[in-house]
Each structure stands twice: as C-alpha cells, then as structure tokens.
C-alpha cells in the first residue's frame, strides 16, 4: 500500500484566494497611512509656526512681522520663509504657506512681509 500524502489543488487554491483576501484588505490600509502621515506633517508645521509665533511675543514683547516669525520657526530638514500672505514651509519637497492675520480674530490676513502677525492658520 503507497499512501500519498500533500495538499490537493482545492486546498492550494483556497489557500491562495485568502492570502488574495487579506492582501486587498490590507493595501488600502497603507495607502491612507501615507495621507495621514502628510496631514500630520502639516499639523506638526502649523503648531511649529504657533510655538514661533508664541515665543517671539514672549521675547519680544511685541507682534512679531512675517519676516521675524519665519526667522523664529524651526522645522525638521527644511526651512522657513517670510511671504507676504504667511509664512513658507517645505513638506516633502512641496511648498505649503502656514497663512499669518493681522487680527487676533484671524480673518484679516497678512499683505506684507512687514506686516504684524496676531493669528496663525492652518495650511490649507
């Protein structure tokens, strides 16, 4: 008596159509996580700016102008740059403005480089 042992080919098949299952549900699962991981970027820049702007109204004693908060904010591998409508981050090599207010109430934006920043917005 030869006894054969092994899986048959239904068994393989079904097999193969899980591993299908679990890898479609899985992929969508890391493309969010690459978007998510970007919005956050944006979250940690944004509260980066905050902090700037907080810090130079502690030192200074004063509003800060867009130049002088971009001057003050430190960011992780890129840099910051004063524009007339807010302040100019990079995330992964594309360019955001964290828009900067004139007012307390953020509704009037900044025009200029030299214009008093009192509000920090979101990168939209």
């Given at each position: 008596m030869?006894k054969?042992?092994?899986?048959t080919?239904?068994?393989?098949?079904?097999?193969?159509?899980?591993?299908g299952?679990?890898?479609?549900?899985?992929?969508?699962?890391?493309?969010?996580?690459e978007?998510?991981?970007?919005?956050?970027a944006k979250?940690g820049?944004e509260?980066a700016v905050?902090a700037a702007?907080t810090?130079s109204?502690?030192?200074?004693r004063t509003?800060?102008t867009v130049?002088?908060?971009a001057?003050n904010?430190?960011t992780d591998?890129?840099n910051?740059?004063p524009?007339?409508t807010?302040?100019?981050?990079?995330?992964?090599?594309?360019n955001?403005?964290?828009?900067t207010y004139t007012?307390?109430?953020?509704t009037t934006?900044?025009?200029a480089?030299g214009?008093?920043?009192?509000?920090v917005?979101?990168?939209?």
């Amino acid at each position: 008596m030869n006894k054969q042992t092994g899986f048959t080919l239904i068994e393989l098949v079904m097999v193969i159509v899980i591993i299908g299952i679990l890898a479609a549900m899985a992929v969508p699962r890391f493309v969010d996580m690459e978007t998510e991981a970007e919005n956050a970027a944006k979250q940690g820049t944004e509260g980066a700016v905050r902090a700037a702007l907080t810090i130079s109204i502690a030192q200074q004693r004063t509003y800060p102008t867009v130049t002088q908060l971009a001057a003050n904010v430190q960011t992780d591998g890129g840099n910051a740059s004063p524009q007339g409508t807010g302040v100019q981050v990079t995330i992964n090599n594309v360019n955001y403005i964290v828009p900067t207010y004139t007012d307390s109430s953020c509704t009037t934006p900044t025009a200029a480089v030299g214009n008093f920043v009192q509000c920090v917005g979101s990168i939209p």
